[in-house]
């Protein structure tokens, strides 16, 4: 799975215009990130087609984009499970870029988990991931 990191200036209105601009070309947000950073609107957004997602962001004057491979993890739904996922990447020495929740359910959640680039058939090899 693909994550869109959007980088945008932290303005009123900023996330507003990249989800019109993604609902304007039919793209549903799956899931999302939103924070602000020295004077940045950092986004993280999976959708349901990256491909058009990217073409029509890329269209928004002072927006930068970049897409990152991205693992999608289902753990029980208890306290603790982040901990013990997280402690085995770092066991492992490796290093997360970003992780949110992209799904909760009753008995499982569903993370997005980030490695950097370096570590990502190593982050997938320690969650089992194929």
Do not use: H
């Amino acid at each position: 799975m693909k994550e869109i990191t959007i980088i945008a200036g932290n303005d009123v209105g900023s996330l507003a215009l990249v989800a019109e601009a993604l609902g304007s070309v039919g793209v549903n947000i799956e899931a999302i990130s939103a924070y602000g950073i020295d004077g940045k609107a950092v986004f993280r957004v999976i959708t349901n087609d990256v491909q058009t997602a990217t073409k029509v962001l890329s269209k928004i004057p002072g927006v930068t984009i970049k897409e990152a491979d991205t693992l999608i993890f289902k753990m029980m739904n208890r306290p603790g499970e982040l901990g013990k996922i997280t402690r085995k990447l770092a066991n492992k020495g490796i290093n997360l870029e970003s992780l949110y929740i992209v799904s909760r359910k009753q008995d499982f959640t569903e993370v997005a988990i980030r490695p950097l680039e370096r570590d990502l058939e190593k982050a997938r090899e320690v969650l089992g991931i194929k």
